[in-house]
Structures are given as structure tokens and as C-alpha cells.
């Protein structure tokens, strides 16, 4: 399986991205996809996931109501709208797919490069 994710950037706080996943290697419409970042010195933590169907979707706390995950599961894409962007949200932003049997939301076995999110104050 390889997860190939972009779109991050530098934005201004109270802006938005879209960061992109295109996956391959296998069916991608079987599986949830999930995405973490990491910031500086902290561990990887979890953000959304999206079920294989692209009706159950799971957030952080830190994110709700401003981040929708959402997926196109004929381009085999996840994508993570951010919206009201905070400086706190900046880190690496790492796409993710579970192996069979692996639990929803979070137990993930398979790891894109991550995409860099700065959001200036």
C-alpha cells in the first residue's frame, strides 16, 4: 500500500487548506483511511477517520467543526478540509490505512510521507 499525501502549506490563522491522500496497491474502497499529524517535539496524534463508506466519520476534539475529512473513492483520495486554521494546528499531516481487521478509528498499519502545515499567527 502507498499513501501519497499533499497540500499542505503556510496559511494565516482563520484560513483553509485542503490536504489530498491518494492511495494505491490495493482496493481502497474497502477500508477506513484515517489522518494524524505531529507537531515539534510532540507525539503523533489523531485527527479524522472516514469510514470506507464515507458515511461515519470520527474527530478529534481539538478539530471538530472545523476539519471534514471526506473521501472519492473512484480516485482512491482521501481529503482533510481545515478551515479556521489556528497556529496550534500546525505539525506534519500524515494520511493512514488500516491492514484487514484493524479496529476503527484508530489502529492504522500503513503511513504516507506527511505534508507540512505552518499556520502563522
Known amino acids: 500500500v502507498q499513501l501519497q499525501a499533499s497540500g499542505g502549506g503556510l496559511v494565516q490563522a482563520g484560513g483553509s487548506l485542503r490536504l489530498s491522500c491518494a492511495a494505491s496497491g490495493r482496493t481502497f474502497s474497502r477500508y477506513h483511511m484515517g489522518w494524524f499529524r505531529q507537531a515539534p517535539g510532540n507525539e503523533r496524534e489523531f485527527v479524522a477517520a472516514?469510514?470506507?463508506?464515507?458515511?461515519?466519520?470520527r474527530y478529534a476534539d481539538s478539530v471538530k467543526g472545523r476539519f471534514t475529512i471526506s473521501r472519492d473513492n473512484a480516485k482512491n483520495t482521501v481529503y482533510l478540509h481545515m478551515n479556521s486554521l489556528k497556529p496550534e494546528d500546525t505539525a506534519v499531516y500524515y494520511c493512514?490505512?488500516?491492514?484487514?481487521?484493524?479496529?476503527?478509528?484508530?489502529?492504522?498499519?500503513?503511513w504516507g510521507q506527511g505534508t507540512q502545515v505552518i499556520v502563522s499567527s
Open positions: 493512514a490505512a488500516p491492514q484487514s481487521g484493524s479496529s476503527w478509528p484508530y489502529e492504522y498499519d500503513y
Open positions: 472516514i469510514m470506507w463508506s464515507g458515511t461515519i466519520t
